[in-house]
Each structure stands twice: as structure tokens, then as C-alpha cells.
């Protein structure tokens, strides 16, 4: 990929060159800053392309500059993907990691806490029911218990007959 653009790039210088076009003094030769990426040679051959381009030159350097565009955008997704764990985005995705995960931890011991809460309610109306079934049956002994010794008279009813 990067020959075939190198070899574009070339087409491109030639074919300016040979249109009878001459670099200005104030641009560079292309080449000359080694870390230039394939996007800014291709800049550096389109400022120097002749003003009466002809369609050949013209759909070539768009390719060039197409095929360059494609190869920043690939350079720039692979450089995304490599981004270090110190950037502010990480460390800013990495704090809302650990509060969600706080968070989560402290969802999880108020479940418990509200178990065992329910757990001792449950419990304890348990014992209520127990309390409420004893204290009804004393209630009856009670007064099953005033009811024992007391006398009673039973009325029957009779008719006299005269």
C-alpha cells in the first residue's frame, strides 16, 4: 500500500514536471521533513500542481489524495485502539468502573441487611402468635376457672295442672 502510493506520488511529481511547472522557492521538496505522513506529500504535490491540469492529472492526484485519506483515516483508527491507560478518557472510564462497582457492593449488603431484617420480623411474629395462642388459651382457663365453684340454679319450666 505505501508503494503504491510512493509510485502515485512520483506520477504525480513527473507529470507536474514535465507540464513545464516550477516549484516555488517557499515550498519544500517533498521528502525533505521525514515525518511527514502519505497525506501531507500529497498536499505538497497538489500545491504544486499546474494551474491547466490535464484530466489525467487531475483524476490522479484525486486518487492519490483519495488513497491517502484512506490510509490517515486507517492510521488514525489504529491509533485509537492503542490509546494508553493513563489518557483522561481511560482514567475517566475507569473511575465510573470502580463507583459503579461501589455501588453495586453497597446494593448488595443492603439486600442482606433487608434479609436479615425480614429474617427477624418473621421471627418475631412468630413469637407473637405463640404469645397470642397462650395468652387466649389462659383467658379460658381464667374463666374456665371462675365458672367452677360458683353455684347455679337451673329454672325448669312446669305447668300445674288444676
Known sequence: MKLSISILIASVILLSSANGSEKTNSSKPIGANEHQSGAQYVQAAADTAPTNAEPFETKLLETVRAMADQQKAANEQNNASNK???????????????????????????WSAIKRQAAITEAGIEVARV??????????????????NRPFLVVIRSEVEA
Open 84 to 110: 494508553s491507560w493513563d489518557s483522561p478518557s481511560m482514567l475517566v472510564q475507569i473511575g465510573l468502573f470502580v463507583v459503579g462497582a461501589g455501588n453495586t457492593i453497597f446494593a448488595a449488603l443492603q
Open 131 to 148: 404469645a397470642a395462642n397462650a395468652a387466649e388459651e389462659s383467658a379460658k382457663a381464667v374463666d374456665a376457672q371462675l365458672h367452677v
